[in-house]
């Protein structure tokens, strides 16, 4: 059943379809955060060196990029709806059986399936939203959306050291692979596109255009750079200050606490600022990567608990707001119809950065012994996005040589 509406009139069903599609990205980003403060344990108990341990890292993401990719299509052909729930509940699925696991290389395998099928949610999400929100709203709508990301980390810290502690590392994974599970059904029963994209014909979408589309390329690129310094924090960021400083698994838990609670008030509140200013998006992005090296390279240079509890707020606003700007922006470079497909696309890039990451991260500490050497390493990754964030043409400026986001019907760009 589909609710035939103009997504440009504001129905209140909007609403209902953000939530769900937050709630579903919020699952997997909990399921991705959990093995920065289970890491540790999971070594210990596998047997797994520290630096290996990246390998468990880059395993999901191998799986998370693949999937972008093939899932922002899937969501234009098939329906973002059918999409979401069931990756959701087949990654929750083999987060459970990732808690099973006796073995390395069964391990790996795992936490590869988790990866696969939790990188679909994320691009039928925004095409969910791009259906129900229009373009003028959309800086807030994704800035919530993308609280996700951020509410993740702080989850997964604020419970897995605690609940090791209490029933050991498995009794994580199982717990929030079936709270997934619970959130896909609920996304299946209760998710519906709007009238419009219903009434549209279910048909492969064709990509050449984004192929061809010189503006999506720098923001994938530029995004590849941003998150290479997100995830590799939110990756290494519990056990360098374990073993590199001496902090206890619950105090690093406690700075990355924070640093994801900055996060999550700061994303909505740029996507604000955003849709105020008329939309703009592109030097925002570029100003916040910049900053984000600062925030990473300060935080480098810390040596205890104290100093790590000062920047970690800064370090959060940094490593996570340009994302809400970058999503905003896909729409409006792609248009609606192919906004699932933009996403995917983008979102493998950026996600390179994250499977990339974990494995140079544990090689530089390793080699170097040196905590400040493995944060350098991490900022230059918001460097280059600053750098390739320049280059982009937002449709609506001066700088924009290409067409605006195409319009049908009732106003609501496709």
């Known amino acids: 059943m589909s609710l035939a509406v103009d997504p440009a009139a504001r129905h209140p069903y909007r609403w209902v379809v953000l939530v769900l599609s937050w709630a579903a990205f919020t699952m997997t980003a909990v399921d991705r955060s959990t093995w920065g403060p289970a890491s540790v344990s999971v ?3 596998l047997g797994v060196s520290l630096a290996g341990l990246g390998v468990f890292a880059t395993g999901y993401y191998v799986g998370y990029v693949l999937s972008n990719a093939a899932g922002g299509v899937l969501a234009d052909w098939l329906g973002p709806r059918v999409v979401l729930a069931a990756s959701l509940f087949l990654a929750g699925g083999f987060m459970v059986l990732f808690g099973e696991s006796d073995s390395v290389v069964l391990g790996i395998a795992f936490q590869a399936a988790v990866g696969v099928f939790a990188g679909c949610d994320y691009s039928a999400g925004v095409k969910l939203i791009a259906q129900w929100f229009p373009a003028r709203d959309r800086g807030f709508a994704m800035g919530l959306f ?7 980390t702080v989850i997964a810290n604020a419970v897995v050291p605690s609940l090791i502690a209490a029933s050991g590392w498995r009794a994580s994974y199982h717990l929030f692979g079936a709270a997934s599970m619970v959130v896909a059904v609920l996304c299946f029963l209760l998710l519906r596109p709007g009238g419009h994209a ?5 048909e492969r979408p064709g990509l050449r255009p984004l192929a061809r589309n010189r503006d999506l390329w720098l923001l994938g690129l530029a995004g590849f ?14 056990a360098l200050m374990v073993k590199g400083n001496g902090v206890s698994p619950v105090q690093a838990g406690v700075v990355v606490v924070i640093f994801g609670v900055a996060a999550i008030v700061a994303k909505p509140l740029v996507g604000v600022v955003s849709d105020l200013s008329g939309g703009r998006r592109k030097v925002p992005t570029a100003v916040v990567l910049g900053g984000f090296v600062v925030a990473l ?3 480098g240079t810390r040596k205890d608990l104290v100093g790590f509890l000062w920047v970690a707020p800064f370090l959060g606003v940094a490593a996570y707001v340009y994302s809400p700007l970058m999503v905003a922006l896909i729409p409006r470079l792609a248009g609606v119809r192919l906004a699932g ?15 990339i990451v974990p494995v140079v991260i544990g090689g530089v500490f390793q080699a ?5 050497w493995a944060f350098a390493t991490l900022a230059a990754g918001p460097l280059l996005g600053m750098f390739l964030m320049l280059g982009v043409r937002e449709p609506g400026t001066a700088t924009a040589t290409h067409a605006p986001e195409p ?7 496709q």
């Open 341 to 355: 497909s933009a996403a995917g696309m983008t979102n493998a890039f950026w996600q390179l950065g994250s499977t």
């Open 225 to 238: 750079g941003g998150l290479w310094g997100t995830y590799g924090f939110i990756t290494w960021s519990n």
């Open 297 to 299: 390279l300060a935080f």
């Open 368 to 372: 170097t012994g040196s905590f400040f």
């Open 407 to 413: 319009v049908a019907r009732g106003g609501e760009p």
């Open 146 to 152: 993308m609280t996700a990301t951020s509410l993740g």
């Open 198 to 202: 219903m009434a549209a014909r279910r």
């Open 43 to 45: 070594g210990e108990d």
